[in-house]
């Protein structure tokens, strides 16, 4: 059963934070399509994520686009991973940008590594000169996404036991747990992450952190 799970208190009613909402509609869609082999075999942040600003975007195709792993300021710098633009008032704004990272739930990478990287880059972005900014991003929402996947059983016949031994092999840790990590290592934190079950098997889940 599909689920939403809130630490503490919601940063949003379900279905009211864009973010939430476009991540239900990747759930829905995972109910209707085969993401098993996506889901299992790791490198799967890039499809992930486009599915989240697909899905996003789904919602206001005329108006809404994304672009993903694109530097957006002049000088190069902030690479980020996916921007959520809308051009409703005549210009494109950025609705929200985030940092996406995907583990498996048994070898979650360094937490406060990916922090460091998100408030790096909302520093540059809000502290950059007007004049160096192309892209106004002051009122945008900020997050980091982190998907979690399950590695193939080691005794899954399907694969052959060479392969299976390339994949991590230690017990899966819950989703709320790395999730209270994440809340851990942003003291500034308003709200508590939300975790959103994008599918039961295998088992995968979004934890998601609103910094602003």
């Avoid at 460091?116 to 997050?143: M, R």
């Avoid at 031994?165 to 934190?189: M, Q, T, V, W």
């Amino acid at each position: 059963m599909a689920y939403v799970h809130c630490l503490k208190n919601r940063f949003a009613l379900p279905g009211s934070d864009p973010i939430l909402e476009a991540l239900y509609l990747v759930r829905d869609w995972f109910q209707t399509i085969l993401v098993e082999q996506l889901l299992m075999n790791g490198k799967a942040e890039l499809t992930l994520k486009y599915l989240l600003g697909a899905a996003w975007s789904s919602k206001a195709r005329q108006s809404r686009a994304i672009a993903m792993d694109k530097a957006c300021l002049p000088d190069g710098k902030c690479p980020l991973d996916l921007v959520g633009f809308d051009n409703t008032n005549g210009q494109p704004l950025p609705q929200f940008w985030l940092e996406a990272k995907c583990s498996f739930r048994n070898n979650v990478a360094n937490i406060q590594e990916a922090v460091n990287q998100t408030n790096g880059y909302l520093a540059l972005l809000d502290e950059a000169p007007w004049f160096d900014k192309a892209i106004d991003f002051s009122k945008s929402s900020v997050y980091i996404v982190q998907f979690l996947t399950t590695c193939p059983d080691r005794r899954d016949d399907r694969l052959p036991q060479l392969i299976l031994e390339k994949f991590p092999n230690g017990p899966d840790r819950l989703a709320k747990e790395i999730a209270e990590e994440y809340e851990g290592a942003i003291p500034s934190l308003q709200f508590s992450p939300e975790i959103v079950r994008l599918s039961e098997t295998p088992a995968a889940d979004a934890i998601v952190i609103k910094l602003r």
